[in-house]
C-alpha cells in the first residue's frame, strides 16, 4: 500500500523568510510526487511534480521541491514567503511501477505567512 | 475552456435519502476519481476509475457508489447507508499517470 506523511498540521513563517513544508512517502515501485495548494471552499490547485530527473523541482508561484530518495522525502520549499501564499498545501503520490492509478494525498499542511 | 465542472456546488441532503453529486470533464482524460475532506483534514479517496465501464473501491467506498458510463462523466452517489455524509467532496481527472491530476471546485453536502 502506498501512503504519505505530512508532519506538521501547521508551518508559520514571516514574510520573507523561507519556508519548507514537509512530506514523506511509501511506495512499492518508483514514485511519482506532486504538491498541490488549496484555498479556502476551493479545488486543489497544481503547483509541482516529480516524476524522474533533477532531484530539484521547480513550480508555479516560485515553488520549488527535492526530491530525496535515500529519505523518502519531497519537502516543498520557497526562498522568500509571501502573505498571499498563507493557503493549505498537500503532498501527494503515486506508485509508477503499479498499473493502478491512485492518487494518495497526505493530510495536509496549513501555511500561515504573517507580515 | 477545457476543465472539470462539479455541480452543485452547494448540496443538502435530508437524513435516509440518496443524493447524486456531478462530475463532468471536457479534458478527454481517461481516469477519474472522487475524493472526500472532512474539516481540517486531508483527501480520502472514494472510487477511482481508469476506463469507461470499470471503476475501484478507494479507502472510503462504503455507502457510496459511482458510475462510469461515458467517458466524460463520473457522478458519485451518496446513499442513505452512509451515515456521516457531511463533507466536502472533490472530483478530479488525469490522463496518464505520469501527470498530475486536475480538481474540480468541489461540492460541499450537508445533512439537514
Known amino acids: 500500500a502506498q501512503s504519505v506523511a505530512q508532519p506538521e498540521d501547521q508551518v508559520n513563517v514571516a514574510e520573507g523568510n523561507p519556508l519548507t513544508v514537509k512530506c514523506t512517502y511509501s511506495?512499492?515501485?518508483?514514485?511519482?510526487l506532486f504538491w498541490y495548494v488549496q484555498y479556502p471552499n476551493r479545488g486543489l490547485q497544481f503547483l509541482l511534480k516529480y516524476i524522474t530527473g533533477d532531484n530539484l523541482v521547480k513550480g508555479s508561484y516560485g515553488f520549488e521541491a527535492e526530491f530525496n530518495k535515500s529519505q523518502t522525502s519531497f519537502h516543498l520549499k520557497k526562498p522568500s514567503a509571501l502573505v498571499s501564499d498563507s493557503a493549505l498545501y498537500f503532498c501527494a503520490v503515486r506508485d509508477g511501477g503499479n498499473a493502478g492509478n491512485m492518487l494518495t494525498f497526505g493530510g495536509g499542511t496549513r501555511l500561515m505567512v504573517k507580515p | 475552456d477545457g476543465g472539470i465542472t462539479q455541480s452543485p456546488k452547494y448540496l443538502f441532503r435530508k437524513e435516509g435519502q440518496n443524493v447524486t453529486l456531478s462530475c463532468e470533464q471536457n479534458l478527454n482524460h481517461d481516469a477519474m476519481y472522487w475524493y472526500r475532506q472532512d474539516p481540517g483534514q486531508g483527501l480520502r479517496l472514494i472510487y477511482y476509475s481508469q476506463i469507461v465501464n470499470d471503476f475501484q473501491k478507494g479507502d472510503i467506498a462504503e455507502g457510496y457508489s459511482v458510475s462510469r458510463e461515458k467517458k466524460e462523466s463520473f457522478p458519485l452517489t451518496v446513499t442513505s447507508a452512509q451515515k456521516n455524509p457531511t463533507a466536502f467532496y472533490l472530483c478530479?481527472?488525469?490522463?496518464?499517470?505520469?501527470?498530475?491530476?486536475?480538481f474540480g471546485q468541489g461540492t460541499r453536502l450537508t445533512v439537514v
Open positions: 511506495v512499492s515501485g518508483n514514485p511519482y
Open positions: 478530479a481527472s488525469t490522463p496518464y499517470m505520469n501527470t498530475e491530476a486536475f
